[in-house]
């Protein structure tokens, strides 16, 4: 498709279940960023890729959170052993370069923690 | 650490209404600032991007202004329809190292424009 896809639209867990959430850039966009949008914070950004390498993670909550991408292209982004406050909606964009080019966003993954 | 607030909360209008969206952010070293409308269940659609050398963007109905130096964009909707309401979102990015890549944003504002 033309625009950032992710996958699944919908996760329910229980509680200490790891999860996995993908995204599917566009085609030929060399940066890809994870934000999680949630009811008490707004849109906090959590790791940014730039190929396969990511120069920022800091956004990153715990050590149970972990992101890779490979090939340059699709990303994954791992949570273990899941808590309720994990529940948000996981976004992910993608742009053609780091800087000067627009962010361009999936739909989103609701995750819901039991 | 960059905060970015948009005032109002929420916004109702009648149909046909000029409307202004307040943006501001404490950092003034920004690279570029984007606004986002979001839809209901919706990820976010990108409107507006205006580079830190520039003052202003316009698509369509929609004007961005940016003032830099005063930490202050404003998102100007003219004649506004029913299909305006949405809630949207003003995001910047910093100009600084190794946090280049992200994106820091505000809580957003809440339109509704009704018939």
């Known amino acids: 498709g033309a625009g950032v896809s992710q996958s699944p639209s919908n996760k329910v867990t229980e509680k200490g279940k790891d999860v996995e959430l993908r995204c599917d850039p566009i085609s030929g966009h060399t940066a890809l960023y994870w934000y999680r949008q949630s009811l008490g914070q707004g849109l906090e950004f959590l790791i940014y890729f730039q190929g396969n390498s990511a120069p920022d993670k800091s956004g990153l909550p715990s050590d149970r959170f972990s992101a890779e991408r490979t090939g340059g292209s699709v990303s994954t982004l791992t949570i273990q052993r899941t808590q309720q406050e994990d529940s948000a909606v996981y976004l992910c964009a993608s742009s053609l370069g780091q800087t000067i080019q627009p962010q361009h966003f999936g739909d989103g993954t609701r995750l819901s923690i039991l | 650490k960059q905060e970015v607030t948009q005032i109002p909360a929420a916004l109702s209008v009648p149909e046909g209404e000029n409307l202004v969206l307040n943006c501001s952010f404490t950092d003034s070293a920004i690279y570029n600032l984007q606004w986002f409308r979001q839809d209901p269940g919706k990820g976010l659609t990108s409107l507006l991007l205006?580079?830190?050398?520039?003052r202003e963007q316009t698509s369509g109905r929609l004007n961005a202004s940016l003032d830099k130096s005063s930490g202050r964009s404003t998102l100007y909707i003219a004649a506004s329809q029913p299909g305006d309401s949405a809630t949207y979102l003003c995001?910047?990015?910093?100009?600084?190292?190794?946090?280049?890549?992200?994106?820091?944003f505000g809580r957003g504002t809440q339109l509704t424009v009704w018939p």
């Open positions: 995001a910047v990015r910093i100009d600084r190292g190794s946090t280049l890549g992200r994106l820091y």
């Open positions: 205006i580079q830190s050398s520039q």
